[in-house]
């Protein structure tokens, strides 16, 4: 099994994803393409060292992933269009509260 990632490395990532939903008026879903394309993406769940931080990774992985796409479209541009804004805005929300629990996880030095 993978080391987790460091926790710089975790925040960079989170930072930058929160980034992309706070400054842009796109639309939400667009919002959180770009959070996945731009940040996110090359985080695997086994860069979380603690569980719940785990399985709120999956469960924002399992939204921007959940549809196939055909061609080279690729699978995030496809779901995170398809996901109503209700749902855009709690994978949103998800993504947020993660940053929060490894900052404040860093925080303790913990």
């Known amino acids: 099994m993978p080391l ?7 925040r960079e990532k989170l930072d930058a994803a929160v980034g992309c939903l706070a400054t842009s008026a796109e639309p939400i879903q667009h919002r959180l393409q770009a959070a996945w394309n731009g940040a996110l993406g090359p ?3 086994e860069d979380f060292a603690d569980a719940s931080e785990r399985e709120r990774f999956e469960r924002i992985h399992a939204a ?14 496809v779901s995170t269009a398809a996901i109503a804004d209700e ?3 709690e994978v949103a929300r998800e993504i947020v509260e ?3 629990a490894v900052v404040g996880r860093a925080l303790r030095g913990s």
């Not at 921007?64 to 995030?76: E, H, M």
């Open 4 to 10: 987790p990632a460091s926790d710089d490395y975790l």
């Open 43 to 45: 985080l695997t769940p």
């Open 64 to 77: 921007v992933t959940k549809l196939n796409a055909p061609g080279d479209v690729g699978q995030v541009p």
């Open 87 to 89: 749902r855009a805005e």
């Open 98 to 100: 993660l940053r929060d």
